[in-house]
C-alpha cells in the first residue's frame, strides 16, 4: 500500500481555501438570528408574559406553568418561522462538552393525523435516559433517571433544524450532575455577598454580576493529515513525533497574516457564532505555529459559558467543512506552545460600575481596593481548589510546561496596583485617613488612572494576574469547560467577601466608623494573603521553593490535586453558600479520578498499539534495507572494507535494534503495570496508579520512537510529522 502520510500531505497542499459568502446585511443586523431573546421575546409572547419572562430572568422570579406554555408556543413559532422541526434540552454533563437528544415536534392528533405540539411542559422539564453520563455513583444505572431543566437566563437557540434548550441537568435525588446547576447556584451566592458589600458604598445597588470574557485557543490541522495520525484521532495529542526542526522559534507565526484556508474558516465560524449571539470580537494567530484564538466580547457568565460551550462545537463543524480539525486539547504537540482558555473575570453592579476597575474618588477607590482585596483572599485561601478547577489530564501537559502558567496558582498585580495595597498597609492608620469635619471622610488612597494600569506589564507566567479593570485566571484549559473555573472562583470570592462583611459589621457594632472599620479589616486581609501575591518569574525553580514556604499548593500530580475538592475548608464553603453538598462533591471526584484513568488508559493502549504495529515494522523494514545492503557489499568487497564502508549503516541497523527492544521492552512494562492498576477498585487509588506508574513509562517509549523518527528513512515513516502537521494549511 502506498503511504498513506505522502497522499494525505499532497491532498494537503492541493486544497483551496472555501468560498465563504458574506451575508447580505451588516453583523449587527444578522447578530441573534438564531437566538431566541429579547427581541424575538417581545414580538413573540403577549406583552404580561414578555414582562413575566423579563422578570424571571432579570431576578429569578418564579415560572409558573401557564406563563411556560405561553412561552412555548410563542417560541415554537418562532421556531417554525425559521424551518424547525426538532428540539432538545442542552445540558453540559460531566464529560466534556455537551450532550442533546432531539425530539420532534409531531405528536398524534387522535384522528389518525399528525400535528406539532410544544407544551410548557417540555419546555421546562425533560426526563433524558441519562444512564450513561457520568454521575459518580449517584444514580445507580437502574435508576436511570435523572433531569434536565430549562436555564431560562440563557437563550434558546437554533442550530439547523433543532430548537436548543439551555438547561440544568440534576439526578432524580436533586444533586447536580452538570457544570450549569453549580455555576448558576455559584453566581447567586457571589452576587448575594457582593451586593450587600456595595451597600457599605451604594445602598442603592440591588445586583451585582459576574462576568466572563473567554479567549479561546486552538490549533487547526489539515483533515487528512489529521486522520493518518491515530493518536490524534483517538485521543486529541501527538504521543510521538520529534521537533520539527522549525517550530515557533521565529515568532513568525504570532499575529502575523492569517492563512488564506484559515481565514475563510475564522470568517464562516464567526458569521455563524455571531447568528447564535456569541459577540466575537477578535481573531489572530497564536504563538505556535497553526495555533489560533478567538474571542468575544465578555459577557454574563453563565451565559459566556454557554457561549464557549457552543463555540467549541462550532468550531469542531467548521473546521471540518473547511477540511480541517480544530484541536481544543491543551497540549496537542510537545514541545511547542499549549493551548489555554484566558478567562478575564470582573463584578459589575446593576448600575454600571465595574468593582474590579479603579474610581475617580477616594471612596470609589477604597471600594475598588475592597474587591480586589477580597478576590485576593478567596484566592489565597482556597487556591489548592483553585488548581484543581482547571486541573485534568489534559491540562497537566501544559501547566509548569515553560510557556504556560505555573502548577501553583498566585496572582500578579503589577507595580501600581502593588504600591496601592503596600501604601494601605503599611501607612500610619491616621495619616490614611483623617476625619474632615463636615466634608466627612478623606482618604489617602491615591487614585490610578485607569489607562495607566499596568497595560504594559504583562506577567505571562502569572496564573491569576490583574490586567487593569478584571483578573484574568490563564490556568484554565483550552478544552475545559470555564464553568469549572468559575464555580470555584465565584464561591471563593462569594466567602471571602461574607466573612469581610462579618468583620466590619462587628466593628461598626463596636461603635467604629464604616470607614475606618472598613480600613482596618482591609489592612488586615492585605497582610494575611500577601503570599498569594507574585510579581516574578512563575517558571524559575526558586518560585517553586518560594511558594512551598509560603504554604501555597504546589502539588503536580493532577489525581492528588483533585483531592483538594475535598478539603475540609472546600466542603465547607461550598456547603455554606449553598452551591455543592458534600455528596455532590465527591461523586463529582469519583468521575474526575474516573475520567483521569480512562484518558492516560486510552493514551497507553494508542501508544502500545502504534509503537508495536507501525513504529517497530517499519524501523524493522528499514533495518533490513541496511542489512540487505551490508550484506551486498561483503559479496562484492573484502570483509575489511566492506565493512569499513559499511559502518555508518550497521550503527544504525544496531541502534535501530537496541531502540526497537527498548520500545518492546517499554511497551510489554505498560500492559503489566496497567494490569496491575486495573486490579484497584478505588478510583482515587486507580487514577494514582495511572499517574505514577503508566504516564512516565510512555514517556520513556516516546522518547526512543522520536529518535527512531531520526534515523529512519523518511519516505518508510508512516505517521504525518509534526513539520508537516504545523506547518501544511
Ligand atoms: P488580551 O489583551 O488579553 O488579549 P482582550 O482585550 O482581547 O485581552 O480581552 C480579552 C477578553 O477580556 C475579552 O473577552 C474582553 O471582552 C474581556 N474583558 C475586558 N474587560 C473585561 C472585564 N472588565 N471583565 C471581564 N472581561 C473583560
Ligand atoms: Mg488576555
Request: with cysteine; hydrophobic share 40%; proline share 5%.
Given at each position: 500500500m502506498a503511504n498513506l502520510r505522502f497522499q494525505v500531505v499532497e491532498e494537503a497542499f492541493q486544497k483551496k481555501p472555501l468560498d465563504v459568502k458574506a451575508p447580505s446585511e451588516r453583523p449587527y443586523e444578522y447578530f441573534g438570528k438564531k437566538v431566541f431573546n429579547r427581541e424575538k421575546m417581545y414580538k413573540y409572547l403577549p406583552k404580561d408574559v414578555y414582562e413575566k419572562m423579563i422578570d424571571v430572568i432579570d431576578n429569578g422570579a418564579r415560572l409558573d406553568r401557564k406563563v411556560a406554555d405561553a412561552v412555548a408556543a410563542g417560541m415554537i413559532q418562532w421556531a417554525k418561522e425559521n424551518g424547525v422541526t426538532h428540539y432538545t434540552h442542552w445540558f453540559q454533563p460531566l464529560t466534556e462538552g455537551t450532550a442533546e437528544k432531539h425530539d420532534s415536534f409531531i405528536e398524534h392528533d387522535g384522528k389518525g393525523g399528525m400535528v406539532e405540539e410544544f407544551s410548557g411542559k417540555l419546555l421546562v422539564q425533560q426526563e433524558p435516559d441519562a444512564s450513561s453520563f457520568p454521575s459518580g455513583g449517584i444514580r445507580a444505572t437502574f435508576e436511570a433517571r435523572g433531569y434536565s431543566a430549562w436555564d431560562p437566563t440563557s437563550p434558546v437557540f437554533i442550530i439547523d433544524d433543532t430548537l436548543c434548550i439551555p438547561t440544568i441537568f440534576i439526578s432524580y435525588t436533586g444533586e447536580a450532575l452538570d457544570y450549569k446547576a453549580p455555576l448558576l447556584r455559584a453566581l447567586h451566592a457571589v452576587n448575594v455577598a457582593a451586593t450587600d458589600v456595595c451597600h457599605y458604598f451604594d445602598p442603592t445597588v440591588k445586583k451585582v454580576t459576574s462576568n466572563l470574557g473567554w479567549e479561546q485557543e486552538y490549533f487547526l490541522v489539515d483533515e487528512g493529515l489529521y486522520s493518518a495520525r491515530p493518536d490524534l484521532l483517538l485521543t486529541g495529542r501527538t504521543l510521538m513525533g520529534h521537533?520539527?526542526?522549525?517550530?515557533?522559534?521565529?515568532?513568525?507565526?504570532?499575529?502575523?497574516?492569517?492563512?488564506?484556508?484559515?481565514?475563510?474558516?475564522?470568517?464562516?465560524?464567526?458569521?455563524?457564532?455571531?447568528?447564535?449571539?456569541?459577540?466575537?470580537?477578535?481573531?489572530?494567530?497564536?504563538?505556535?505555529?497553526?495555533?489560533?484564538?478567538?474571542?468575544?466580547?465578555?459577557?454574563?457568565?453563565?451565559?459566556?459559558?454557554?457561549?464557549?460551550?457552543?463555540?467549541?462545537?462550532?468550531?469542531?463543524?467548521?473546521?471540518?467543512?473547511?477540511?480541517?480539525?480544530?484541536?481544543?486539547?491543551?497540549?496537542?504537540?510537545?514541545?511547542?506552545?499549549?493551548?489555554?482558555?484566558?478567562?478575564?473575570?470582573?463584578?459589575?453592579?446593576?448600575?454600571?460600575?465595574?468593582?474590579?476597575?479603579?474610581?475617580?474618588?477616594?471612596?470609589?477607590?477604597?471600594?475598588?481596593?475592597?474587591?480586589?482585596?477580597?478576590?485576593?483572599?478567596?484566592?489565597y485561601k482556597h487556591n489548592g481548589l483553585l488548581k484543581a478547577s482547571i486541573m485534568s489530564a489534559t491540562n497537566a501537559h501544559r501547566l509548569g510546561a515553560n510557556e504556560a502558567p505555573p502548577a501553583i496558582i498566585?496572582?500578579?498585580l503589577g507595580k501600581q496596583l502593588t504600591e496601592l495595597l503596600d501604601h494601605i498597609e503599611l501607612a500610619d492608620k491616621d495619616d490614611l485617613f483623617t476625619m474632615a469635619g463636615k466634608q466627612g471622610m478623606k482618604l489617602d488612597i491615591p487614585e490610578i488612572p485607569e489607562l495607566l494600569i499596568d497595560n504594559t506589564d504583562r506577567n505571562r507566567t502569572s496564573p491569576f494576574a490583574f490586567t487593569g479593570n478584571r483578573f484574568e485566571f490563564r490556568a484554565v484549559g483550552s478544552e475545559a469547560n470555564c464553568a469549572s473555573a468559575m464555580i470555584a472562583l465565584n464561591a471563593a470570592v462569594a466567602e471571602a467577601l461574607v466573612n469581610f462583611k462579618k468583620r466590619v459589621d462587628a466593628l461598626i457594632e463596636k461603635g467604629e466608623d464604616k470607614t475606618s472599620a472598613i480600613v482596618e479589616v482591609l489592612r488586615e486581609d492585605i497582610k494575611t494573603c500577601k503570599p498569594i501575591r507574585f510579581d516574578g518569574n512563575g517558571y524559575s525553580d526558586e518560585w517553586i521553593e518560594e511558594a512551598t514556604k509560603r504554604g501555597l499548593d504546589v502539588e503536580k500530580s493532577c489525581p492528588k490535586i483533585f483531592e483538594r475538592y475535598l478539603d475540609k475548608a472546600s466542603i465547607e464553603m461550598f456547603e455554606k453558600l449553598g452551591v455543592m453538598s458534600k455528596k455532590e462533591l465527591e461523586a463529582r471526584n469519583e468521575v474526575k479520578w474516573e475520567t483521569y484513568?480512562?484518558?492516560?488508559?486510552?493514551?497507553?493502549?494508542?501508544?502500545?498499539?502504534?509503537?508495536?504495529?507501525?513504529?517497530?515494522?517499519?524501523?524493522?523494514?528499514?533495518?533490513?534495507?541496511?542489512?540487505?545492503?551490508?550484506?551486498?557489499?561483503?559479496?562484492?568487497?573484502?570483509?575489511?572494507?566492506?565493512?569499513k564502508l559499511s559502518a555508518r549503516n550497521i550503527k544504525i541497523i544496531e541502534e535501530i535494534a537496541e531502540r526497537t527492544s527498548t520500545i518492546e521492552k517499554g511497551v510489554e512494562e505498560l500492559v503489566n503495570a496497567r494490569k496491575v492498576a486495573n486490579k484497584i477498585a478505588d478510583e482515587h487509588e486507580k487514577a494514582i496508579a495511572y499517574h505514577d506508574t503508566i504516564e512516565p513509562k510512555m514517556d520513556t517509549i516516546r522518547y526512543q520512537i522520536d529518535k527512531l523518527e531520526l534515523i529512519v528513512d523518511d519516505t518508510c515513516w508512516p505517521l504525518p510529522k509534526y513539520r508537516e502537521l504545523l506547518f501544511i494549511r
Open positions: 521537533d520539527s526542526a522549525k517550530n515557533q522559534q521565529m515568532d513568525d507565526h504570532y499575529f502575523g497574516s492569517i492563512p488564506e484556508r484559515v481565514a475563510a474558516f475564522m470568517r464562516d465560524l464567526e458569521m455563524q457564532a455571531l447568528e447564535l449571539g456569541i459577540p466575537c470580537k477578535t481573531r489572530h494567530n497564536e504563538v505556535a505555529p497553526n495555533q489560533f484564538e478567538v474571542a468575544p466580547i465578555f459577557e454574563e457568565t453563565n451565559l459566556a459559558v454557554d457561549h464557549n460551550m457552543l463555540l467549541m462545537s462550532l468550531m469542531k463543524r467548521v473546521a471540518r467543512k473547511h477540511g480541517f480539525r480544530a484541536l481544543l486539547h491543551e497540549k496537542p504537540f510537545d514541545g511547542i506552545n499549549g493551548s489555554g482558555k484566558h478567562n478575564n473575570w470582573s463584578l459589575s453592579t446593576d448600575n454600571g460600575v465595574l468593582l474590579h476597575a479603579p474610581g475617580k474618588t477616594p471612596e470609589a477607590n477604597l471600594r475598588f481596593v475592597t474587591f480586589i482585596v477580597e478576590t485576593l483572599m478567596g484566592v498566585s496572582s500578579f484513568t480512562k484518558k492516560i488508559q486510552i493514551e497507553a493502549r494508542v501508544l502500545g498499539d502504534l509503537s508495536m504495529n507501525h513504529i517497530i515494522p517499519v524501523a524493522t523494514q528499514y533495518q533490513s534495507k541496511l542489512l540487505d545492503n551490508v550484506q551486498n557489499m561483503r559479496a562484492i568487497f573484502p570483509v575489511d572494507k566492506a565493512d
